[in-house]
């Protein structure tokens, strides 16, 4: 994917906020690594999957910059197969690689290669999914996930009017008939995501402004595995023939991710939901997204998907980058969060970048202004 990586204003603010702090520590490089040039290391960058545009337009990013920087860069996607992605850190590891930056499948499926990596000295940095049960990973970058949650959560009660400025709290409408979405269970994110959301939406749901039919409020009930939108839209389908075929209309999804909200617009357009303007269809419900899709915010330019929430891929590439730094000059990454990301096995120092909720009036301000789309792409719903 063709991106412009030039930061914004605010970006380069923050830019500068994360340098690397000194200290030496365990991971602090692999042995020698603070003697070499940037040209004389290698970095091995793993990546979950090119079936999202989000993890092509990281993988690009991470490597643009390190790239940059004169690291050479191994960078390997793994097609959503946790054998594969296995096979290409142990070869990464195998190949002298001098760091490692990790977004993994399966967030507990790499525990023999981070003891590989531990034993050689090689720095693992937890890229956007929190690796887990190991205490081999030495830093970990991402955004705020919880947060992310109760964004979407918000996101939703403001389409539907339960938090909106031009709607005076009281006089709102309801109940509403909602369905909550989550992410793959083997996902780490996919559980802030959703304690976040639930966080804002379960007094709702006690009290009764929100309805959720299907009666499935559990993550587990909800979960997707591998975020796949096949697997959104069929259960979308199932919730639709299966607690609403009594006439009973939903208002609102709760979906975690871009691609799941596709999958599940899909499913209520061909149960006959859609703008009103075509020949009394139902009103589309209101349904939350996140990464900012190109696709997805066509959607929700044109007025069929509600919102999405931006994370700024192009930062986190960049605290990726100065962390591998940090750690291969022989120092330690600065982290702004040393208590919120346990791995069952410790503690691992982050840093957490912000997030910003995308409506229709937002895509220009947002996302164009910033040079992450351009106004052609929002226009195609396609990535130049």
Not at 57 to 85: F, H, S
Not at 121 to 147: C, G, H, K, Q, T
Not at 181 to 209: C, E, K, R, W, Y
Request: with cysteine.
């Amino acid at each position: 994917m063709s991106k412009k990586l030039g930061l914004t204003a605010a970006g380069a603010v923050l830019a500068l906020s994360l340098a690397a702090c000194g200290g030496e520590g365990a991971g602090s490089g692999s042995s020698g690594s603070s003697d070499k040039a940037a040209e004389d290391l290698s970095i091995g960058v793993s990546m979950p999957t090119q079936t999202s545009e989000r993890w092509i337009a990281d993988g690009n990013a991470v490597k643009k910059q390190l790239e940059k920087e004169g690291y050479t860069v191994d960078l390997q996607y793994a097609n959503d197969d946790i054998p594969t992605q296995t096979q290409q850190v142990d070869q990464m590891i195998t190949q002298g690689a001098d760091a490692l930056i990790v977004a993994a499948i399966d967030g507990t499926a790499l525990s023999s290669q981070l003891q590989s990596a531990a034993d050689a000295d090689i720095p693992v940095i937890s890229y956007d999914r929190l690796i887990r049960d190991s205490e081999n990973v030495d830093f970990y970058v991402s955004f705020d996930n919880f947060a992310v949650g109760v964004a979407q959560a918000n996101a939703l009660l403001t389409g539907l009017g339960v938090k909106n400025d031009d709607v005076p709290e009281g006089t709102e409408t309801g109940p509403f008939n909602v369905e909550l979405f989550a992410g793959s269970l083997d996902d780490n994110n996919a559980h802030f995501f959703f304690d976040g959301a639930m966080s804002v939406l379960q007094p709702l749901i006690d009290d009764g402004t929100l309805v959720v039919t299907s009666g499935q409020t559990k993550i587990d009930q909800v979960a997707t595995l591998r975020w796949q939108q096949e697997t959104a839209q069929k259960r979308m389908e199932d919730l639709l023939t299966g607690s609403y075929n009594d006439g009973t209309l939903v208002d609102g999804v709760l979906s975690p991710y871009d691609g799941l909200s596709r999958g599940i617009i899909t499913a209520l357009q061909n149960a006959g939901y859609g703008p009103t303007t075509e020949g009394g269809a139902q009103p589309m419900p209101i349904v939350t997204g996140q990464d900012a899709e190109i696709a997805s915010v066509k959607l929700i330019d044109d007025g069929v998907q509600s919102s999405t929430i931006f994370k700024d891929t192009r930062l986190l590439a960049e605290q990726a980058v100065i962390a591998a730094k940090a750690f291969l000059s022989g120092d330690q990454p600065e982290a702004n969060d040393t208590e919120t990301y346990d791995n069952g096995k410790k503690v691992v120092p982050s840093y957490l970048l912000p997030v910003q909720t995308v409506f229709k009036d937002d895509i220009q301000s947002v996302l164009v202004d910033s040079g992450y789309w351009t106004a052609e792409e929002v226009t195609s719903g396609q990535a130049g």
